[in-house]
């Protein structure tokens, strides 16, 4: 007589926001799976949904709200973690019927919250979890977050008061992840924090032993090792301190992709000290021309905030010049929305919501012709390109210069022998504002 064991409750999970709630998101469902719960793909077939929501701006607090409301209509038993958590108040008097609301990385509350809502029945066996735990991306690349946190105080963030002071990851628990990752079929290392530069400034006295040596907890150390670890890696969140000049020669060497995300938000000097971030702007420029004579084919990407208070008229022109004799290679925009909290709500000179949007469109009419241009230069050469899908029609994949999901797409015509997450030479045919359109060459 074959012995029936009761189902698991089953969990479903609504992940908003940034890639690092996306990897809260995994960590949760990793330990859940691991405590034998099921994971639900809709509202229909779960016992209790998570939303994990954002809380940066209040665009962002509105889409939390948005699907908080939607899991409780479709579902009713909802659980609110993430960013938004830490204004329970507010869900609560939208939605008095939440079970449970936690604030960000609360990984332990957010479990238990799990446990007193859908209790595992007592005979319940537990199921086994692969040893690089549960993912929310393709198997081809993972988000690999290696600290919590911020020491900055920018005018415009509230993400320390969210997710607190900088709290580095060991050097040696970050390079097990990655091993684990890359052994269960990741090819590209996405590294992100709230500012990968500072990782290790609260710990840089306590270097690990790995693998028969000593690493140091610091950036360049870090990114050196994950290099020897992943076919592909590439850092997200990198704020512009020297010490990201040592970065560039690894970039060089082909141990880091010839990639570089730093959210410079503005060129302006009076609106950089408004914004109470470093303010040399001449410096920059200097900088990335260096980095392009040591490595010429690094691709760099921005984001910019447009009616920033006290932005003038001239403000925004030094930023569309600036931006002219920079070249960056991908960018993406802000207009200024007032954060509940953010010291930038006190300050003096608001910019009109029309002159907001007027400046939006120009900058990224800049910003896409720049894209343009360089991408056109492309066309005639051999890129490597990663795969994300194939179809009947080609397949679709990713050069060194793009991330997933915020940057552009490299587009494959007689592909449809290749896999997902193959890593392939690819020659350049065409190219649009944002995209590139080529075929892969013969091996």
Known sequence: MELELPAPPKVGMVSLGCPKNLVDSERILTKLRSDGYALSADYAGAD?????????????????????????????RVIVTGCFGKEAE???QRFPEVLAITGAHQYEEVVGAVHVAAPMPPSAYLNLVPDAGLKLTPRHYSYLKISEGCNHRCAFCIIPSLRGDLVSRRPDAILREAEKLVAAGTKELLVISQD?????????KEPRMWQGREIVPHMTDLARELG????????????????VDQIIPLMAEGLVLPYLDIPFQHASRSVLKAMRRPANEAKVLERIRSWREICPDIAIRSTFITGFPGET????????DWLDEAQLDRVGAFRFEPVKGAAANDLPGAVPEAVKEERYARLMAKCAAISAAKLQAKTGRTIEVIVDAVDADGATGRSEADAPEIDGEVHLRDAGHLAQGDIVSVRVEDADEHDLYGVPVAA
Not at 60 to 67: D, F, G, W
Not at 228 to 237: D, E, G, M, Q, S
């Open 196 to 204: 990968t530069s500072a990782y290790g400034v609260d710990i840089r």
């Open 313 to 320: 008229d001239a403000d925004f022109e030094y930023l569309l």
């Open 48 to 76: 209790v949904v998570l939303v994990n929501t954002c809380g940066f701006l209040d665009s962002a607090k509105e889409e939390s709200l948005e699907a908080i409301g939607e899991a409780i209509a479709e579902n009713g």
């Open 228 to 243: 020897r670890i992943a076919p592909w890696l590439r850092l997200h969140y990198v704020y512009p301190y020297p010490h």
């Open 90 to 92: 507010a869900i609560r």
